[in-house]
């Protein structure tokens, strides 16, 4: 528009805009010179005299203040129409000196002083509170409130627990500041000052009243009753009540996750909203953005009396010294700050007259001694002070720098991570007289030690003493358990002699332990004064309670220190202290109040029969560990003693010393061999050196490595991957078996008796083989036998046939004698293997081939064995060109070649392919076999084999083939059909060992075999299983019979369906009753066919006894061989076991069942079960090691039950032994059928598809950062829970509370093929729960709304702003403007405070369903919450958004012109238009450079980016304008707003003209 015009109309206009604004100024700045008489400007009067300048002398704290008494002005007309204002006069400034800046000390303190403080401890009945400049304080419970207090009476008075009276650690932190009150300080016998201090609202605030009340004071107060709608809060006025509606105690209850609701005696910062009824009746707030906002000014007329530290005030500098600088405050108030608080290092240059804000810490009312503190996290009240970690106290610093040294004071130290720290005088030397004020120049080095953290400066305290850096200890933490103390006799009481060891540290030594028998005057043999020298039972730093003991026995014991269970190893050997005999033994207290028994049997060689006779109170024994569980705090005692145990204390010195480093079961360490035993290997364990035992069985699992490791190995090398089997009397016994260390990280194991659950099953290995059984150990010592009758599927003739001496095994618990303390096992492959054989035997061979490349990896560094070297180099499948050099009688051939020299080469007659050779004949062959033991190969020259064909196969495809040889572990096979070499497991369990000759593979046998791999491997191999149909009808030839006396009890019988029998109870079983129906005959009844109609959760079979008289009906028969129920036209079911029914329907004929229709198979008798559909089914057993439960419906209808369908509540998942016993009745929902179609698939959850809104069990497969969980769901599905679906309350960390393998419970959200959506919310997997929603869910724009507050996760921070996620469907944005009101002025600021997966709190600004998108805000405005870019940092403040008073809008009788400059600018509305606009621009580089390479640039407006407007002043500090330009890092429109400042209500006439001719410049 301005283009349009003609120029000259143009600078007319602006001319007569100078005009108007220059008479504007006039009036203004007269009326600032009237109001502000300050700077050096003299005030005018109508006449044009000037008026003498009043004077008044500084209100100084440390002089007498003399005021002169100025003439009063008569107020003009003009003046009385104006609101009354303050008046500000000039102050003089008055020189102080050094003493004025002294710290504060305890004796500066007096009665009534009001100080800020820190929570520094919480403790039980106090806490202790840091005071400024390294004080220390205590406020006892009773001086929190007096609502408090009484609560507390009312407890003491009732003897019972109040249920909302909450423990201080409750109601107050670590770093929360209080406003302290000092009651009193009592000085102590060394000098020591322990200052009092109350929070007690009627302390603190004591000099109020409701006339002094205001809005917007800050006060301190504490929670006095909790009312429908709100608080009422103790301010400690008289009269006056302080009420805190609910609704405002809500936002401050989320920031602090306080809970739901404030507590009686919570201490709360006050702001003042509404005072009703002079003063009685007052409304607050406790906004944390209000409170720390909350400034006091003139208006709330403060006097000395009522000022309260914690008070922010703007104030003015006085006078700058080296020690602090002096400070002038709401009109007549001046105070000092010490050189502890004057805030950041680069901010510390201050200039007399310069305005800053300020903390008040102290308000001494006697002295009139005000101090204030220029810290920034002192400046917006209600902030949390940090902590210094416990670590750091005590730590020595070898080489502190003194930064400033203070005479009067201390000195500033720089440590050597370039922290600062503060030593006091009286810690810079040991004594006075030795302090040289020469050694403490700056920058001399000085060796020191950290002894305290003054939260309220920031400061370490140091100390320089050399005691003090020589203590052993400084503070209860540092002391421990068994530790040697010194200390002092300073009182003898009747609980026992008072020690002290240190200043601040007193123990206490009960009466029982002055010495080792019990002293009837101890006050003959101690005395106050006397020191001795103890030894520490137990510390507790919280409560400050040392005990100690004196008993000689005990405190010059060497035996080891038992101070928790986890080191009361079995066979360990220590002192104790009896402290109760009863008639079932003694029990002994060790250190740290670790206790254990000594049963009646172990108290000694010779029989005891009254233990209280024997044994007294406090008498120390020696005693030896026989078990613990340090779960449960158990300990197991003897006083049996061993040979070595019973040594000298010189020989247990010796012990102890050998226990220094201890290596616990199941540890994985590395070891070095030191020597080769016939049985094993001599070992030291890395890196300490500790000798171990490897014996020769523990090499491997497999009994051919074990000896193929023994032999190859070597001294001096380094075996990794040990585990530590067991540490008996010091000698330590380790295994390298893989399985046993599977064992140990998949804690498949047991660590004492009380765990062993019969069903478990556990990997160990043959200890000793006796005629009558095989004795099995596994891990932590235990053993069990398997019984003859347990050993083997097959007839055991001699158990040296089936097993070997340290073979690994799988054992299966089958009972247990808790008396005894014995358990017996199972080794039958039935009960021992998993159904799927095929995996496990491919297992077993890819595992040996591991091992073996390991083995040869060993034999390939053998430089000195050229053996071993020829031995890696051949491997199976590889042609060797070869010399006949021998013929056996047997047909047999051995040949020589370059690539075999020195091994023996060998062909059976069978693999010389009926080629004719003789000897000296070339031959080309084969390798089918390397035995890295015997150095011998076996080769073949069968043209098939020589010459194999080349062929695509796909893995567990079946293929015929031909066994070629038979290894110690493996057979060497040929594929028919290629002629390929196949290798293929002997065994398909760790407990197949043993085969009757009839059952031994041969070679050229003919098999089928299933591949598992379809490219051959390192060993030269293809890998496959036999078929499995041959090797189940061996194992199932007794696997589901069910007794042994059944099979032999089946004979020939005339029973046909229907028939009504009569028999006798034989046993009972879980799940079926045998009935005995005459001498011969055997028939079964199953737990379904008992009763018509079974309770859930009963045991059906429980109801009959054995020898009970039963009638029952038969309903089919099952063949013994078989197993399966035979229909009664079948020839042979007159020889099947009768399976019978006496349900009472069944009896009178209403029901006739039949097991076995004639055209029955597995699919039509699964049929008429839909999924869906309930049944009644009885656990059989639950597989612990597939983690399903094994039921069955009816004796021919089994099922499966997968973990996840047990139930829905976690607890049964992790505990299903528990929670279902064998024989059960439950109920369950159809499934479907498993993939064989012969068992049923169950849920005991009634869930049997996931649909949505279904609640289910699943665990967690994977933990994806930032993204959230992937969920292993039933049914094969997978499920994915976002972020945003973890809790209904969203956390900083969620996923910090998940891991893989955990239990989670689901709801389902939306259920595709490929992934399942769920929810973990508590809202949704358990809506009756009704708990509080924090963070609902946001499914679409429709749930949100303009100016609603939300809470979620940062997804991206990119140059646009932070894209932040509500949802998973919904994604705002964070424009860079409204993230922080501070002026950031390097991208990478951002990136350093806010990451992806942060959680903020925004407000919404914009909804736009159109396209989409959502503008929030983080801006502590809209929030509520501390700014994200933390105010410490001293960024400059942002002047984009910021809101300006606006002039009226000026009037013309020419159109309106609006002007344009360049094309960043922002174009005024109509209504906007003021007829003159001040512009800020910001300049991109380029437009830099483009300019000045037109010419200088044109001065602008600039605008310091420290100005703000302050509210009630009328007229802009020019001593805060600097030159200072601002750039923009966005060209988007959005993030580049030029600022527009459209009208400064009383900016002066230089300014406004200088932008008006910029304006005509640019035109």
């Known amino acids: 528009l301005f283009r349009s015009l003609p120029y000259a109309s143009l600078i007319s206009g602006l001319g007569s805009l100078a005009l108007t604004c220059a008479a504007e100024l006039k009036t203004t700045m007269s009326s600032i010179e009237e109001n502000f008489p300050r700077g050096g400007t003299q005030k005018t009067t109508q006449e044009g005299k000037p008026t003498k300048k009043p004077t008044v002398d500084q209100d100084n704290l440390f002089k007498t203040q003399h005021e002169e008494q100025t003439p009063k002005r008569k107020k003009t007309q003009q003046d009385q129409a104006k609101p009354k204002k303050l008046k500000t006069e000039k102050k003089a400034v ?504 000594v049963p009646k049997n172990e108290l000694g060689l010779a029989p005891i029969t009254v233990p209280q006779e024997a044994f007294y109170e406090g008498q120390v024994v020696k005693v030896i560990v026989l078990k613990c569980e340090p779960e449960q705090e158990k300990l197991l005692l003897s006083f049996k003693l061993t040979d070595n145990a019973l040594a000298e204390d010189s020989t247990g010195e010796e012990v102890s010393k050998k226990r220094k480093v201890t290596y616990e079961t199941g540890q994985v360490t590395d070891v070095k061999i030191v020597k080769k035993k016939e049985t094993g290997l001599e070992v030291k364990i890395l890196p300490n050196d500790i000798p171990a035992y490897l014996p020769t069985i523990h090499l491997s699992d497999y009994v051919t490595n074990c000896k193929l490791w023994w032999h190859w190995l070597k001294s001096d090398e380094i075996l990794h991957n040990v585990v530590c089997l067991h540490d008996k009397g010091g000698h330590i016994t380790i295994s390298r078996k893989p399985a046993i260390i599977s064992a140990f990280e998949g804690e498949h194991l047991v660590k004492n008796f009380s765990d062993i659950q019969p069903g478990l099953l556990l990997t160990g290995y043959v200890r000793n083989i006796m005629p009558y059984g095989v004795f099995v150990e596994f891990p932590y010592g235990l053993t069990g036998l398997a019984p003859k009758s347990a050993m083997s599927d097959k007839f055991v003739t001699d158990t040296k046939d089936h097993f070997v001496i340290g073979q690994t095994v799988t054992a299966k618990v089958t009972s247990i004698d808790e008396e005894k303390q014995r358990f017996l096992l199972s080794l039958k492959i039935s009960d021992c293997s998993s159904e799927d054989s095929v995996s496990e035997s491919f297992s077993l061979l890819s595992q040996y081939f591991k091992e073996l490349q390991e083995i040869k990896s060993i034999m390939n560094k053998r430089d000195d064995s050229s053996i071993a070297q020829k031995l890696c180099e051949l491997k199976p499948g590889q042609r060797v060109q070869l010399v006949v050099q021998e013929i056996k009688s047997d047909g047999s051939a051995l040949f020589s070649g370059i690539c075999a020299s020195g091994l023996t080469v060998e062909a059976t007659h069978r693999h010389l392919g009926g080629k004719k050779i ?392 939306s259920s595709d093929d490929d992934i399942t959506e769920v929810s973990l919310r508590q809202s949704r997997v358990n809506p009756k729960s009704h708990g509080k929603v924090e963070d609902a869910e946001i499914m679409s724009l429709d749930n949100i709304q303009e100016g609603q507050l939300v809470r979620g996760y940062v997804t991206s921070v990119t140059s646009f702003g932070i894209f932040f996620g509500l949802s998973d469907s919904v994604v705002g944005r964070i424009p860079l403007k409204c993230i922080t009101h501070l002026f950031v002025p390097d991208q990478s600021i951002y990136a350093k405070f806010i990451h992806i997966g942060q959680l903020l709190t925004a407000k919404v600004l914009s909804i736009n369903k159109e396209e989409n998108h959502v503008q929030l805000s983080v801006l502590p405005k809209d929030t509520g919450k501390p700014s994200i870019i933390p105010e410490c940092l001293d960024l400059p403040q942002s002047k984009i958004g910021t809101e300006v008073k606006k002039l009226k809008k000026r009037k013309s009788s020419g159109c309106e012109q609006e002007v344009k400059r360049g094309k960043k600018r922002i174009r005024c509305t109509e209504e906007d238009d003021s007829g003159v606009e001040v512009y800020y621009r910001e300049e991109e580089e380029e437009e830099k450079t483009e300019k000045n390479s037109k010419g200088r640039e044109v001065p602008r407006l600039k605008v310091s980016t420290g100005f703000t407007w302050e509210e009630g002043l009328t007229v802009l500090d020019t001593t805060m304008l600097r030159e200072r330009e601002q750039s923009s890092s966005s060209e988007e429109d959005e993030e580049d707003t030029q600022l527009t400042v459209q009208y400064l209500s009383t900016l002066s006439f230089g300014i406004t003209l200088h932008a008006a001719w910029s304006t005509v410049y640019d035109l």
């Not at 710290?103 to 400024?132: A, I, R």
């Not at 080309?924 to 390397?930: F, G, K, Q, R, W």
């Not at 229907?1058 to 009935?1075: P, R, W």
């Open 918 to 1309: 003789v000897m000296g004949d070339q031959a080309t062959a084969v390798i089918l076999h390397v035995d890295y033991l015997k150095s011998k190969v076996y080769v073949s020259l069968q043209e098939e084999l020589l010459s194999p064909k080349q062929k695509m196969f796909t893995a567990d495809s079946q293929h015929p083939a031909v066994v070629q040889h038979i290894a110690s572990e493996y057979a060497v096979a040929s594929l028919v059909e290629t002629g390929q070499l196949i290798a293929i497991p002997l065994a398909c369990h760790f407990n197949d060992t043993f085969r009757f000759d009839s059952e031994k593979m041969k070679v050229g046998q003919s098999i089928m075999v299933l591949l598992k791999t379809t490219e051959p491997g390192d060993h030269g191999f293809l890998l496959a299983v036999q078929s499995p149909k041959k090797r189940r009808n061996v194992i199932r030839l007794r696997q589901e019979s069910k007794t042994l006396e059944e099979t032999l009890a089946v004979v020939k019988h005339s029973l046909s369906l229907g028939d009504m029998v009569t028999g006798t109870v034989k046993s009972v079983k879980a799940t079926f009753v045998t009935v005995a129906l005459n001498d011969k005959l055997i028939g079964n009844i199953h737990a379904s066919e008992i009763l018509d109609n079974v309770p859930i959760g009963t045991f059906p079979t429980s109801k009959l006894k054995a020898g009970q008289k039963v009638t029952a009906r038969v309903i089919g028969g099952r063949d013994v061989k078989t197993h399966r129920y035979l229909p009664i036209s079948h020839p042979y079911f007159t020889q099947t076991i009768p399976e019978l029914s006496i349900r009472p329907r069944e009896l009178k004929g209403e029901s006739n069942t039949v097991l076995c229709p004639d055209d029955c198979n597995t699919e039509e008798v699964l049929k008429p079960f839909k999924p869906g559909q309930m049944v009644t089914c009885f656990v059989k057993k639950y597989n612990t090691i597939k983690k399903w439960l094994e039921v069955e419906v009816t004796s021919n209808i089994k099922g499966r039950v997968q973990q996840l369908l047990f139930s829905t509540n976690t607890k049964v998942l992790k505990h299903a032994e528990q929670y279902f016993k064998n024989g059960q009745a439950l109920s369950a929902t159809v499934v479907g059928s498993d993939i064989t179609g012969s068992k049923l698939c169950l849920s005991l959850t009634g869930v049997h598809s996931l649909e949505k809104g279904t609640i289910i069990i699943g665990y967690v497969k994977k933990v994806i950062p930032h993204v959230g969980l992937t969920v292993t769901l039933p049914f094969g599905k997978t499920g994915k829970a976002s972020l945003f679906h973890l809790s209904d309350t969203f956390v900083e960390q969620p996923l910090e509370g998940f891991s893989v393998g955990q239990l989670v419970k689901c709801c389902v959200l």
């Open 94 to 597: 008055i020189k102080t000196s050094a003493k004025d800046f002294e710290l504060l000390t305890s004796e500066s303190l007096t009665d009534g002083m009001l100080v800020l403080g820190c929570v520094k401890e919480c403790n039980e009945y106090e806490l202790t509170v840091s005071l400024p400049n390294g004080l220390s304080g205590s406020v006892q419970v009773t001086r929190v409130c007096e609502a408090y207090s009484e609560k507390l009476s009312e407890q003491v008075a009732t003897d019972k627990p109040i249920e909302d009276l909450s423990p201080l650690s409750e109601l107050f932190s670590p770093g929360m500041l209080l406003r302290c009150a000092v009651i009193g300080v009592e000085k102590g016998a060394e000098g020591h000052h322990g200052i009092q201090l109350s929070i007690n609202p009627k302390d603190v605030n004591k000099a109020l009243t409701t006339a002094a009340l205001r809005t917007g004071m800050l006060l301190s107060g504490c929670v006095s009753s909790v009312e429908d709608h709100g608080y009422l809060i103790d301010i400690g006025v008289y009269s006056a009540k302080a009420f805190l509606p609910r609704e405002k105690a809500q936002s401050y209850l989320q920031s602090k996750e306080k809970g739901t609701e404030l507590k009686i005696g919570q201490y709360l910062n006050c702001l003042i909203d509404e005072v009703k009824n002079n003063g009685r009746i007052i409304r607050i707030s406790i906004s944390q953005l209000e409170v720390a906002a909350a400034t006091a000014t003139e208006v709330q007329n403060w006097t000395l009396c009522s000022l309260l530290p914690g008070l922010v005030v703007k104030a003015q500098i006085q006078e700058t010294t080296p020690f602090g600088v002096s400070l002038s405050f709401l009109s007549s108030f001046t105070g000092i700050v010490d050189f502890m608080h004057l805030g950041p290092t680069k901010s510390r240059n201050y200039s007399p007259g310069q305005m800053v804000k300020a903390c008040i810490l102290s308000v001494n009312p006697t002295s009139k001694a005000i101090r204030l503190s220029l810290r920034p996290v002192f400046l917006q009240p209600g902030t949390q002070l940090g902590r210094l970690s416990s670590d750091r106290i005590g730590t020595i610093v070898a080489h502190s720098r003194v930064k400033s040294f203070h005479k009067n004071s201390g000195a500033l130290f720089t440590l050597d991570n370039g922290t600062l720290a503060f030593a006091y005088l009286h810690h810079l030397s040991d004594t006075p007289k030795s302090f040289k004020t020469e050694s403490f120049k700056p920058g001399s080095k000085h060796k020191c030690r950290i002894i305290d953290y003054s939260p309220m400066d920031d400061l370490l305290l140091l100390s320089l003493r050399q005691r003090i850096i020589d203590a052993p200890f400084l503070r209860y933490q540092d002391i421990h358990p068994g530790q040697m103390v010194e200390g002092t006799v300073f009182a003898l009481k009747d609980s026992g002699m008072q020690v002290k060891v240190t200043g601040h540290i007193k123990g206490l030594v009960p009466h029982l332990h002055l010495a080792d028998v019990v002293l009837k005057h101890p006050e003959k043999k101690y005395s106050v004064g006397n020191t001795v020298r103890s030894r520490v039972l137990a510390c507790n730093p919280d409560t400050k309670m040392l005990i100690l003991t004196l008993k000689k026995t005990l405190v010059t014991s060497k035996l080891p220190i038992l101070a928790s269970y986890e080191d009361a190893k079995p066979g360990l050997v220590t002192h104790g202290f009896v402290v109760c005999a009863r008639e079932f033994g003694c029990i002994v207290k060790f250190y740290n109040d670790v206790k254990g028994l």
